[in-house]
């Protein structure tokens, strides 16, 4: 079996996406779709990184700005951002990213462990760090990213 086939066989499958400088990436099975910005409507006392809801055939989506969810700089949204439209817990939300890079397959050799210099926070949602093809990829589990997303949205 050639390495190739191998990692498709015992890989797992992550969608990676930039935000600012930086990389992350999910479990593309949490990924249901990936489309453009649309402005989404304020709702009144939702977290600060909740910008809104935006309507995706007929179902209110809330869309999380994943820059101030990390204590990044908060997203200033333009036409070239991306939604992650994704499963987090039970609940569909779309994440906003600046750029989805790339669908990579990788296999437990590939994952570093998250640095000791990550506060328990971090550690608590990123599940290790990527480095491949020269890049550095922090891997992010989405229902720890969340883990009150229900109650706080509700």
Same mark, same amino acid.
């Given at each position: 079996?050639?390495?190739?086939?191998?990692?498709?066989?015992? =890989?797992?499958?992550?969608?990676?996406? @930039?935000? #600012?400088?930086?990389?992350?990436?999910?479990?593309?099975?949490?990924?249901?779709?990936?489309?453009?910005?649309?402005?989404? $409507?304020?709702?009144? &006392?939702?977290?600060? /990184?909740?910008? =809104?809801?935006?309507?995706?055939?007929?179902?209110?989506?809330?869309?999380? *700005?994943?820059?101030?969810?990390?204590?990044?700089?908060?997203?200033?949204? $333009?036409?070239? &951002?991306?939604?992650?439209?994704?499963?987090?817990?039970?609940?569909?939300?779309?994440?906003?990213?600046?750029?989805?890079? *790339?669908?990579? $397959?990788?296999? *437990?050799?590939?994952?570093?462990?998250?640095?000791?210099?990550?506060?328990?926070? #971090?550690?608590? /949602?990123?599940?290790?760090?990527?480095?491949? #093809? =020269? @890049?550095?990829?922090?891997?992010?589990?989405?229902?720890?990213?969340?883990? &009150?997303? #229900?109650?706080?949205?509700?």
């Amino acid at each position: 079996m050639t390495n190739a086939v191998k990692n498709l066989v015992d =890989g797992r499958r992550l969608i990676a996406f @930039r935000i #600012e400088d930086q990389e992350f990436s999910v479990n593309i099975m949490a990924v249901r779709e990936i489309r453009g910005w649309s402005p989404a $409507t304020p709702m009144p &006392h939702a977290p600060p /990184y909740v910008l =809104g809801v935006i309507n995706l055939r007929g179902a209110v989506l809330p869309i999380i *700005d994943l820059a101030l969810r990390f204590g990044l700089k908060p997203a200033e949204p $333009t036409i070239r &951002h991306v939604i992650i439209v994704a499963q987090v817990n039970s609940k569909t939300v779309g994440l906003l990213v600046d750029a989805v890079s *790339d669908i990579l $397959t990788v296999t *437990d050799d590939n994952i570093q462990p998250t640095p000791d210099i990550a506060n328990d926070a #971090e550690k608590n /949602y990123a599940r290790g760090i990527l480095a491949i #093809e =020269g @890049r550095m990829i922090c891997m992010i589990e989405l229902d720890a990213l969340f883990p &009150h997303f #229900e109650s706080e949205a509700a």
